[in-house]
């Protein structure tokens, strides 16, 4: 009759407990980043452009010239979706992928428009701090 060492056994249960808690504490962050991109671009469909455009990374330290910029090209944005698909009617999560080569984590959002069509768009994220900004 063969035995196991309990200790190998003890040993190996730690290491695959050890492996799937890594591996759900890295979705985990990755989610984050998704659920930050949706409630950013929440914020852009809901024509609150300047809490959209606080979701990117060092939008505080840009030139106001340059920050007016970006808040008009918002609002041209969401005109554009108006008349070309009737608006957003709403935004899900598709996914979201870490990318250790750009350094950031790809957040996948659908874009569901009011004539019935969806897009998939690519959300650039990367953490600042404890909170996640678009890049």
Known sequence: MR????FTIVSLCLCVLA????????????EQAALAAKEYYDHLRAGRYDAYLSGVDGYASLPDGYREE????ARQFMAQQDN???????????RAKKDTTF??????????????????IMVPMVRNGEHWMMK
């Open 19 to 30: 492996f799937l808690l890594a591996c759900k504490s890295e979705n985990n962050d990755d």
């Open 103 to 120: 350094n950031c984590t790809f957040a996948y959002l659908v874009l569901c428009f009011g004539d019935s069509t969806n897009e998939e």
């Open 70 to 73: 970006l808040l008009a090209n």
């Open 84 to 94: 070309e698909h009737n608006g957003i009617r709403d935004i899900r999560v598709s």
């Open 3 to 6: 035995t196991h060492c309990p």
